[in-house]
């Protein structure tokens, strides 16, 4: 019996901005996977329609290779992560914690560089 190989992997691409934007988020993440935040930076093509559409201009990049699209202990990083984002008062020392990995983008500021 022969086993067929799995498909070759595929970036997704971001909603159109009409979809986007009507769902009307009211936090964004941005956390491709197999990305770490450096490259995820340097997509601007996948950044741009994010922050378009965000309401609050509540928009996340992290580190998706580290953080997010991992099983196992790195769940508890993931919500730590999401808590401080959502809720910064309560969670301000999760933020620090995990600096190296979130970054909040302003709205209409040029996107930082690592």
């Given at each position: 019996m022969r086993q067929s190989a799995p498909p070759p992997a595929r970036l997704h691409r971001p909603l159109p901005p009409p979809s986007s934007r009507s769902s009307r988020p009211k936090w964004c993440w941005v956390k491709p996977c197999g990305f770490d935040l450096s490259r995820t930076l340097?997509?601007?093509?996948?950044?741009?329609p994010v922050r378009?559409?965000?309401?609050?201009?509540q928009v996340y990049l992290t580190d998706g290779n580290a953080v997010?699209?991992?099983?196992?202990?790195?769940l508890?990083?993931?919500?730590?992560?999401?808590a401080a984002c959502v809720h910064p008062d309560l969670f301000e020392d999760f933020r620090h914690k995990h600096?190296?990995?979130l970054i909040q983008l302003?709205?209409?500021?040029?996107?930082p560089e690592l």
């Open positions: 340097r997509e601007a093509d996948l950044i741009e378009a559409a965000a309401v609050s201009g997010f699209n991992r099983p196992g202990p790195r508890l990083e993931s919500l730590e992560i999401l600096r190296a990995v302003e709205r209409g500021a040029a996107l």
